[in-house]
C-alpha cells in the first residue's frame, strides 16, 4: 500500500520546482510584445500546471481511509490520525483547484491586454499568488510526508485472512510454537509501539492458508498496565484476531508463577471479549502441571498435532466478505 505512496514535497521545494521550469521557458514572438505575452503564457501555465499536478498526484496516490472498528483504520487513527489526515488531503485539493482558477483567471488577462508592463506585473502577481497558497499548506504538506513515512512502517498483515494470534508472558514458549506450526519462516513486520515488532507465520492446510501472528511486548502484560495508546494498539488486534491461543508455561523456567499467568489471561479475556481462546500449558516435556488444562510441547511435538487441528478447526470457520 505505502509504495505507491509519493514523497511529498515541502512548499519552498514545490515552489522551487514550478520556478525553475518555468524560467527554462522562452517563445519566439513576431513582435517583441508578442514574444513577452506567449513567453508569460506559457511560464503562468507551466507553474500553474506543476503545482496543480502535484498536488493532484498526492491527493490520487494517498490510500482513502475512513474510520471504523477494523485493524487498519484503528491503527491509522492511532499512528497518523484519521480526522487530520483527510484535512490535508482536502487541503491539497483545495489549493490545486484555487491554482487552477488563478492561472485561468491570469490567462485571460494576459491574453487581453497588450501592455508590455502589465504583462510583467500579471506573471509576478500570479507567482506571488502561487508562493502564498502553498504558504497555507505547507503544515499540510509536511503533515502528509509524515503520514507516508508512517505508513511504510505498518505491519503488512493480510486483512483477509483468518489469524490466529497468540499471548502469553515472556519466555513461555509463543516463539517457538509460532515456527513449528509455521508452514515457512515467519516474517517480521514492524508495529507501533513495540520495538520488537510482530511476527508472522502461515499455516498452509490444503488450499487454505491461515495466519499464525506472535505479538512480543504486547500481549504479555496486563492491559491495566498500559497506557491509553498502547491499550488501543493493543486492542486493534482485536479486529484481525479469530482465535486467541493463550500460552501458559507451569514449569517455572519463564520465571512467572502461574497466579500471574492466570491474571494475565484474565485481563486478555476481558480485552477480547467474545473471540474465541485457545489455553494451553507448554513445555510438557519439561514437566506437567496437575491441571486438565490442554498440554503440548513444541520442542518434541507432544500434542502439537492436536493443538494444531484446534487452532484449524477455528479458523476454518471463519468467511470474509467477497467485496473486500
Ligand atoms: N523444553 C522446552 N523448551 C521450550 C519449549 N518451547 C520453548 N522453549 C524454550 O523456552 C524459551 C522461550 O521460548 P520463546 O519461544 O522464545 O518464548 P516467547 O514466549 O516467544 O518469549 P518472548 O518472545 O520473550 O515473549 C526458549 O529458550 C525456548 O527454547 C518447549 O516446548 N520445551
Ligand atoms: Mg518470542
Not at 25 to 41: P, Q, R, S, Y
Not at 88 to 93: C, H, I, K, T, V
Not at 169 to 195: D, H, M, R
Request: charged fraction near 25%; proline fraction near 4%.
Amino acid at each position: 500500500m505505502a509504495n505507491r505512496i509519493p514523497t511529498v514535497l515541502t512548499s519552498d521545494e514545490l515552489m522551487d520546482k514550478a520556478f525553475h521550469r518555468a524560467s527554462k521557458i522562452d517563445k519566439t514572438g513576431a513582435t517583441a510584445l508578442d514574444h513577452k505575452k506567449k513567453t508569460a503564457l506559457a511560464k503562468v501555465t507551466a507553474s500553474g500546471d506543476i503545482i496543480a499536478t502535484t498536488l493532484n498526484g498526492y491527493v490520487d496516490r494517498f490510500p482513502r481511509i475512513e474510520k471504523g472498528e477494523d485493524f487498519f483504520p484503528e491503527l491509522v487513527d492511532l499512528t497518523i490520525g484519521i480526522d487530520q489526515y483527510k484535512q490535508s488531503l482536502g487541503a491539497m485539493n483545495w489549493a490545486s483547484n484555487r491554482v487552477e482558477k488563478l492561472k485561468n483567471e491570469c490567462l485571460r488577462n494576459l491574453r487581453r491586454t497588450k501592455d508590455p508592463e502589465y504583462i510583467e506585473s500579471l506573471r509576478n502577481s500570479f507567482y506571488g499568488r502561487l508562493a502564498s497558497i502553498l504558504r497555507q499548506i505547507s503544515k499540510d504538506l509536511l503533515f502528509l510526508q509524515d503520514a507516508k513515512n508512517k505508513f511504510r512502517k505498518l505491519p503488512s498483515i493480510e486483512p483477509n485472512v483468518a489469524t490466529a494470534v497468540i499471548a502469553g508472558f515472556p519466555n513461555v514458549g509463543k516463539s517457538k510454537l509460532v515456527s513449528v506450526l509455521s508452514t515457512a519462516a515467519p516474517e517480521i513486520a514492524p508495529y507501533p509501539f513495540t520495538t520488537k515488532g510482530i511476527i508472522i507465520g502461515h499455516i498452509q492446510d490444503g488450499w487454505r492458508k491461515y495466519q499464525i501472528i506472535d505479538t512480543p511486548g504486547l500481549l504479555d502484560r496486563s492491559l491495566d498496565e498500559r497506557n491509553q495508546i498502547e491499550r488501543q494498539a493493543i486492542l486493534a488486534l482485536k479486529y484481525l484476531t479469530h482465535v486467541l491461543v493463550f500460552i501458559l508455561d507451569p514449569t517455572g523456567s519463564c520465571g512467572y508463577s502461574m497466579d500471574k499467568q492466570l491474571a494475565l489471561l484474565d485481563s486478555v479475556k476481558k480485552g477480547f471479549p467474545g473471540v474465541p481462546m485457545i489455553v494451553a500449558e507448554s513445555k510438557s516435556d519439561i514437566s506437567k502441571s496437575g491441571s486438565d488444562i490442554f498440554k503440548f510441547s513444541a520442542e518434541t511435538g507432544e500434542n502439537m498435532d492436536a493443538l494444531r487441528a484446534n487452532i484449524i478447526s477455528k479458523l476454518k470457520s471463519i468467511r470474509f466478505e467477497e467485496a473486500e
